[in-house]
């Protein structure tokens, strides 16, 4: 009974998970809320039957009570949050919703299955930041003065940052947090998000020379302090976000050319610098040559992701253990090996998914300082998954940063829901205009007797946006 | 305008968008810098996608088999590991399991296969390091792994068959006798192994006991296979090579050779004597392979072009890697513009620095009878479960042409010639018609001391078997390989 557990689950999770990504795509062909309600119930009812199946092995493999309690917690806080941000606020992106239920459940899945104390951690952890993730739409268009503090965010994103450089402790080589009374902080994930409205409310009103070159001094403190902490992984989302939104705010090509040229100079100077780079990359070109040093994390990351197949070993049969430091750098490794290639391209794509979501609502917001934000946390979240799943399967460098959502670790998973409660305040910011504009519209069509004359200057703003609201659905 | 439903405002949009983008657009010149990042980051996703798929299943055997790889033992712990077979379905490593519940692995032919099935503690070596992967997975039908779970058996690795021939592999091994050396024996036609003998050997039954042993006992070098592993001075052999650029680079006029052979030759300071001093007399292109006239292959060794020879060097794959799955050595030969005379001469008669391993030799001499194409030696057939159905299917595949078809004819008639008159006439009048050539390559100054070769194939009109061997230290070829190659040929053919 038990090996035909086993052996079926393996497919039906595989098949259940790509079902749910195949809505999470067909999403985009519809143009409003309404229309998806269909593919979001499904996607509801498909996330339930992954978490159910995973846990549903690691109970018959364990053989213990305890993980059907867990599991049942874990159940309830996902389906209370999914029900509560629908429930607060009708207008929200619920794709984006399930994602993050979707990633959420996995990550409690594999992190059950590579160590129940950490991963009962991580289910605290997550209870709080979805409350505090709860809130934040609420206050994203009513905080207008967040346009305006760009000297604050530059403040305390350096100070932050350089606080850990100061005092942080040491882990893995590495400077990344520091602790007070026995909680563990990683600021430089928090200071993601700052940074981002840094550079949002630096360009949004102008984005000539001056003012380019002015953002480009502070970001360029921001990534040298994070060099020197030997945050790599940081530094890189950092420099690759900045270059990204200046792109989208001056429009200008030369800017993106730029950051490339100057990102690929500083590289190869910090190469030449810095040994601990030159490690990283000597452990990516060739780590079978050093798998009993340097090469050696990477090279149990890539035995992992080989022995999983289209199918993975199935849970609790492989041995992600095997890897150092697997719960964060390397979930995507283990995730592989046991629930297989299938499952995890098909996370991969969940992912991708949720950016181009956060692409999509970028592209409608009609305040330039919005669109910005809404760009560069997009940008932050999908580089970040880059780095680390490209570290992982020696696609690119290791720069060790977390699987946002999956990985074990506080600061990242509080920081990714407050991202993404950031862009869902930002769509119902934007639903918002739409309906009101929709209400004008049908308003202008009863006043219409009454002459053309009435409709206001708003309004009229409010009629192109709208018309250019539908042509990007459509082109979707 | 505003009377325009959601449907027609949206084929509006569609029909406008043209217009807008023409227009410079207030706010699409900005979507579009958004979108480019899109695009960017998917495509960059796609990209990193396929490399992980293309790199999990590809690599994925070879991860597998990695000694820093902690899955083989919890594989190990699941599943019985694999029996390996003969062609003909004889056993030829099994694990069974001792009374106090402990595995072992046996080997019920010992010593007879030692380093071509191989063993699978302390390392791996042979078949068991080439099958690993399948022989510690198991495709045991689901119904059945239930079974085992119930009755708290271990599943049943799958199993390997080999495309070794028992009988041949122990007339090879008997031949060769107490001699140290080699005998490969495989197909021409499908590079199907048949037969593959190093010895000293080992009983791999034995192996943990005798492991430090071996390991400690450099002089011998009992665990290296010397078929693939072991580096010889080709002597004589190394004459169908020398053969073939003349013939390439006298194509008409060839057999028009002629030689006057005094028992030596001698260039300047440097001197090249016949095998024993023996002085041939007047020799012509094919005398001279068929009696191995030293003198006049020194001659002709002076007369090559020889970038041109390096050039047939390569096509025969010395210098570099060669086709095969299993642990090898790469044969080496050096010849360049700025060599002396002395050094030409002596890689013309396969003396020197040349050094090929007894596979190599056998891979040239397969194209030779297989009308200069090589197939790729293989010893893994097929993979099966517990069941008997096959798991994995290996082909035979070839690796292109190493010489031409024309080249090859005239490469056999030279060996043929060595069979009938020359130093190979152990094999000649026998019921099939073998070709070959000999050699007794000296590995020092003094006389006598040489390793036998021979290398041919039979029956010449249609090959089936091609043998290589060599003896180490026993004297002359035609002495002490041809026979050896003869036990083979006779079992084969009887």
Same mark, same amino acid.
């Not at chain 2, 028992?166 to 199907?192: H, M, N």
């Not at chain 2, 006389?447 to 002359?476: L, M, R, Y």
């Given at each position: 009974?038990?090996?035909?557990?086993?052996?079926?689950?393996?497919?039906?999770?595989?098949?259940?998970?790509?079902?749910?990504?195949?809505?999470?795509?067909?999403?985009?062909?519809?143009?409003?809320?309404?229309?998806?309600?269909?593919?979001?119930?499904?996607?509801?009812?498909?996330?339930?039957?992954?978490?159910?199946?995973?846990?549903?092995?690691?109970?018959?493999?364990?053989?213990?009570?305890?993980?059907?309690?867990?599991?049942?917690?874990?159940?309830?806080?996902?389906?209370?949050?999914?029900?509560?941000?629908?429930?607060?606020?009708?207008?929200?992106?619920?794709?984006?919703?399930?994602?993050?239920?979707?990633?959420?459940?996995?990550?409690?899945?594999?992190?059950?299955?590579?160590?129940?104390?950490?991963?009962?951690?991580?289910?605290?952890?997550?209870?709080?930041?979805?409350?505090?993730?709860?809130?934040?739409?609420?206050?994203?268009?009513?905080?207008?003065?967040?346009?305006?503090?760009?000297?604050?965010?530059?403040?305390?994103?350096?100070?932050?940052?350089?606080?850990?450089?100061?005092?942080?402790?040491?882990?893995?080589?590495?400077?990344?947090?520091?602790?007070?009374?026995?909680?563990?902080?990683?600021?430089?994930?928090?200071?993601?998000?700052?940074?981002?409205?840094?550079?949002?409310?630096?360009?949004?009103?102008?984005?000539?020379?001056?003012?380019?070159?002015?953002?480009?001094?502070?970001?360029?403190?921001?990534?040298?302090?994070?060099?020197?902490?030997?945050?790599?992984?940081?530094?890189?989302?950092?420099?690759?976000?900045?270059?990204?939104?200046?792109?989208?705010?001056?429009?200008?090509?030369?800017?993106?050319?730029?950051?490339?040229?100057?990102?690929?100079?500083?590289?190869?100077?910090?190469?030449?610098?810095?040994?601990?780079?030159?490690?990283?990359?000597?452990?990516?070109?060739?780590?079978?040559?050093?798998?009993?040093?340097?090469?050696?994390?990477?090279?149990?990351?890539?035995?992992?992701?080989?022995?999983?197949?289209?199918?993975?070993?199935?849970?609790?049969?492989?041995?992600?253990?095997?890897?150092?430091?697997?719960?964060?750098?390397?979930?995507?490794?283990?995730?592989?090996?046991?629930?297989?290639?299938?499952?995890?391209?098909?996370?991969?794509?969940?992912?991708?998914?949720?950016?181009?979501?956060?692409?999509?609502?970028?592209?409608?917001?009609?305040?330039?300082?919005?669109?910005?934000?809404?760009?560069?946390?997009?940008?932050?979240?999908?580089?970040?998954?880059?780095?680390?799943?490209?570290?992982?399967?020696?696609?690119?460098?290791?720069?060790?940063?977390?699987?946002?959502?999956?990985?074990?670790?506080?600061?990242?998973?509080?920081?990714?829901?407050?991202?993404?409660?950031?862009?869902?305040?930002?769509?119902?910011?934007?639903?918002?205009?739409?309906?009101?504009?929709?209400?004008?519209?049908?308003?202008?069509?009863?006043?219409?007797?009454?002459?053309?004359?009435?409709?206001?200057?708003?309004?009229?703003?409010?009629?192109?946006?709208?018309?250019?609201?539908?042509?990007?659905?459509?082109?979707? | 305008?505003?009377?325009?439903?959601?449907?027609?405002?949206?084929?509006?949009?569609?029909?406008?968008?043209?217009?807008?983008?023409?227009?410079?657009?207030?706010?699409?010149?900005?979507?579009?810098?958004?979108?480019?990042?899109?695009?960017?980051?998917?495509?960059?996703?796609?990209?990193?996608?396929?490399?992980?798929?293309?790199?999990?299943?590809?690599?994925?055997?070879?991860?597998?088999?990695?000694?820093?790889?902690?899955?083989?033992?919890?594989?190990?712990?699941?599943?019985?590991?694999?029996?390996?077979?003969?062609?003909?379905?004889?056993?030829?490593?099994?694990?069974?399991?001792?009374?106090?519940?402990?595995?072992?692995?046996?080997?019920?032919?010992?010593?007879?296969?030692?380093?071509?099935?191989?063993?699978?503690?302390?390392?791996?070596?042979?078949?068991?390091?080439?099958?690993?992967?399948?022989?510690?997975?198991?495709?045991?039908?689901?119904?059945?792994?239930?079974?085992?779970?119930?009755?708290?058996?271990?599943?049943?690795?799958?199993?390997?068959?080999?495309?070794?021939?028992?009988?041949?592999?122990?007339?090879?091994?008997?031949?060769?006798?107490?001699?140290?050396?080699?005998?490969?024996?495989?197909?021409?036609?499908?590079?199907?192994?048949?037969?593959?003998?190093?010895?000293?050997?080992?009983?791999?039954?034995?192996?943990?006991?005798?492991?430090?042993?071996?390991?400690?006992?450099?002089?011998?070098?009992?665990?290296?296979?010397?078929?693939?592993?072991?580096?010889?001075?080709?002597?004589?052999?190394?004459?169908?090579?020398?053969?073939?650029?003349?013939?390439?680079?006298?194509?008409?006029?060839?057999?028009?050779?002629?030689?006057?052979?005094?028992?030596?030759?001698?260039?300047?300071?440097?001197?090249?004597?016949?095998?024993?001093?023996?002085?041939?007399?007047?020799?012509?292109?094919?005398?001279?392979?068929?009696?191995?006239?030293?003198?006049?292959?020194?001659?002709?060794?002076?007369?090559?072009?020889?970038?041109?020879?390096?050039?047939?060097?390569?096509?025969?794959?010395?210098?570099?890697?060669?086709?095969?799955?299993?642990?090898?050595?790469?044969?080496?030969?050096?010849?360049?513009?700025?060599?002396?005379?002395?050094?030409?001469?002596?890689?013309?008669?396969?003396?020197?620095?040349?050094?090929?391993?007894?596979?190599?030799?056998?891979?040239?001499?397969?194209?030779?009878?297989?009308?200069?194409?090589?197939?790729?030696?293989?010893? #893994?057939?097929?993979?099966?479960? !517990?069941?008997?159905? /096959? $798991?994995?299917?290996?082909?035979?595949? %070839?690796?292109? =042409?190493?010489?031409?078809?024309?080249?090859?004819?005239?490469?056999?008639?030279?060996?043929?010639?060595?069979?009938?008159?020359?130093?190979?006439?152990?094999?000649?009048?026998?019921?099939?018609?073998?070709?070959?050539?000999?050699?007794?390559?000296?590995?020092?100054?003094?006389?006598?001391?040489?390793?036998?070769?021979?290398?041919?194939?039979?029956? #010449?009109?249609?090959?089936?078997? !091609?043998?290589?061997? /060599? $003896?180490?230290?026993?004297?002359?070829? %035609?002495?002490? =390989?041809?026979?050896?190659?003869?036990?083979?040929?006779?079992?084969?053919?009887?």
């Amino acid at each position: 009974m038990e090996q035909y557990i086993m052996e079926f689950a393996k497919y039906f999770i595989a098949i259940f998970m790509a079902l749910y990504t195949y809505e999470c795509f067909a999403v985009f062909r519809y143009n409003t809320e309404e229309r998806r309600n269909g593919i979001y119930i499904r996607q509801n009812l498909l996330m339930f039957l992954v978490h159910f199946t995973c846990f549903l092995v690691i109970c018959t493999e364990t053989e213990e009570l305890d993980y059907l309690f867990f599991y049942a917690f874990q159940e309830i806080i996902l389906f209370a949050a999914i029900s509560l941000f629908h429930m607060i606020y009708p207008r929200i992106n619920r794709l984006i919703i399930n994602n993050t239920g979707l990633l959420l459940s996995i990550g409690f899945v594999i992190l059950t299955r590579l160590s129940y104390d950490k991963a009962k951690r991580q289910f605290i952890i997550v209870t709080v930041s979805l409350i505090i993730a709860l809130i934040i739409p609420y206050f994203m268009d009513r905080f207008l003065f967040l346009k305006d503090l760009k000297w604050v965010y530059a403040l305390v994103g350096i100070t932050a940052l350089s606080t850990v450089l100061i005092l942080g402790t040491v882990t893995k080589g590495a400077k990344l947090s520091f602790s007070i009374k026995g909680i563990s902080f990683q600021p430089s994930e928090f200071v993601k998000i700052i940074f981002v409205f840094f550079v949002a409310s630096a360009l949004y009103k102008a984005s000539g020379f001056l003012e380019v070159a002015l953002t480009a001094v502070v970001a360029g403190i921001h990534v040298i302090v994070l060099v020197l902490s030997k945050d790599l992984g940081s530094a890189l989302i950092f420099f690759v976000v900045y270059v990204m939104m200046v792109f989208v705010a001056t429009k200008k090509w030369i800017y993106l050319l730029l950051g490339i040229t100057g990102g690929s100079a500083a590289a190869v100077v910090a190469y030449k610098l810095f040994t601990h780079v030159q490690v990283r990359v000597l452990a990516w070109q060739d780590p079978w040559s050093v798998i009993d040093n340097e090469g050696f994390q990477i090279t149990q990351s890539l035995f992992a992701i080989g022995s999983g197949g289209w199918f993975g070993l199935g849970l609790y049969q492989g041995t992600p253990q095997s890897i150092p430091f697997v719960e964060a750098d390397f979930i995507f490794s283990a995730v592989t090996e046991e629930l297989g290639l299938i499952f995890a391209m098909c996370l991969i794509l969940v992912c991708i998914s949720c950016f181009i979501m956060c692409m999509n609502i970028s592209v409608r917001l009609n305040d330039k300082f919005y669109q910005l934000v809404a760009f560069g946390l997009g940008v932050t979240y999908i580089f970040q998954i880059f780095l680390t799943i490209g570290g992982g399967t020696k696609f690119i460098p290791l720069t060790g940063v977390t699987l946002p959502f999956i990985s074990y670790g506080g600061s990242s998973v509080l920081t990714t829901l407050i991202m993404f409660s950031i862009i869902e305040g930002l769509y119902i910011i934007k639903q918002r205009e739409v309906s009101k504009s929709v209400k004008e519209k049908r308003k202008g069509v009863s006043g219409r007797s009454s002459g053309r004359q009435t409709v206001s200057r708003k309004e009229d703003y409010y009629e192109e946006e709208d018309e250019d609201y539908y042509e990007e659905e459509y082109e979707d | 305008m505003k009377t325009t439903t959601k449907k027609s405002t949206k084929t509006n949009a569609k029909a406008g968008t043209g217009k807008r983008s023409a227009d410079g657009g207030k706010k699409t010149g900005n979507n579009r810098e958004i979108m480019v990042v899109t695009y960017l980051f998917v495509f960059l996703f796609l990209g990193m996608m396929g490399y992980i798929c293309h790199f999990a299943v590809t690599n994925k055997q070879e991860l597998i088999n990695n000694s820093y790889n902690t899955r083989q033992t919890i594989l190990l712990a699941k599943n019985r590991r694999g029996t390996i077979y003969s062609a003909d379905g004889e056993v030829l490593a099994q694990t069974k399991e001792a009374e106090d519940g402990t595995e072992i692995r046996v080997y019920p032919y010992g010593n007879t296969f030692a380093h071509v099935v191989g063993y699978s503690t302390n390392g791996r070596m042979g078949v068991e390091a080439l099958g690993n992967y399948y022989l510690i997975n198991s495709n045991e039908p689901l119904s059945m792994k239930v079974t085992d779970d119930m009755t708290g058996t271990k599943y049943a690795g799958d199993s390997i068959y080999t495309t070794l021939d028992v009988d041949l592999q122990q007339i090879a091994y008997q031949a060769l006798g107490v001699y140290k050396g080699a005998v490969i024996v495989t197909e021409p036609s499908t590079g199907r192994v048949l037969a593959m003998v190093s010895k000293p050997d080992f009983d791999p039954n034995n192996i943990d006991n005798i492991w430090d042993d071996l390991i400690h006992d450099e002089d011998s070098s009992v665990l290296l296979n010397r078929v693939t592993q072991g580096m010889y001075p080709p002597g004589s052999t190394f004459k169908i090579v020398t053969a073939l650029e003349y013939i390439r680079e006298n194509p008409d006029s060839y057999s028009g050779y002629r030689y006057n052979c005094m028992g030596n030759f001698t260039r300047g300071s440097d001197r090249i004597n016949c095998y024993h001093g023996t002085s041939h007399g007047s020799v012509n292109f094919t005398t001279s392979f068929a009696k191995s006239c030293n003198s006049s292959f020194a001659n002709i060794g002076l007369s090559l072009d020889r970038t041109a020879f390096d050039d047939t060097l390569s096509d025969l794959l010395f210098n570099s890697e060669l086709p095969l799955k299993s642990t090898y050595s790469e044969s080496k030969v050096t010849i360049g513009e700025g060599m002396t005379d002395a050094d030409m001469m002596q890689v013309a008669i396969g003396q020197g620095t040349t050094q090929i391993s007894p596979m190599h030799l056998n891979m040239i001499t397969c194209a030779i009878a297989n009308d200069g194409k090589l197939m790729i030696p293989y010893i #893994v057939d097929r993979v099966e479960n !517990c069941e008997g159905s /096959i $798991v994995k299917q290996f082909n035979q595949s %070839g690796y292109g =042409a190493l010489m031409t078809e024309e080249e090859a004819g005239i490469l056999t008639g030279l060996m043929e010639e060595v069979v009938k008159t020359g130093t190979g006439r152990k094999l000649s009048g026998l019921s099939y018609t073998a070709a070959g050539k000999t050699g007794s390559a000296e590995y020092n100054s003094v006389k006598g001391d040489s390793h036998a070769w021979f290398t041919g194939f039979a029956p #010449v009109e249609n090959p089936q078997i !091609c043998v290589t061997i /060599i $003896v180490e230290g026993a004297g002359s070829g %035609g002495d002490f =390989a041809v026979p050896v190659a003869k036990r083979i040929f006779d079992a084969y053919f009887e």
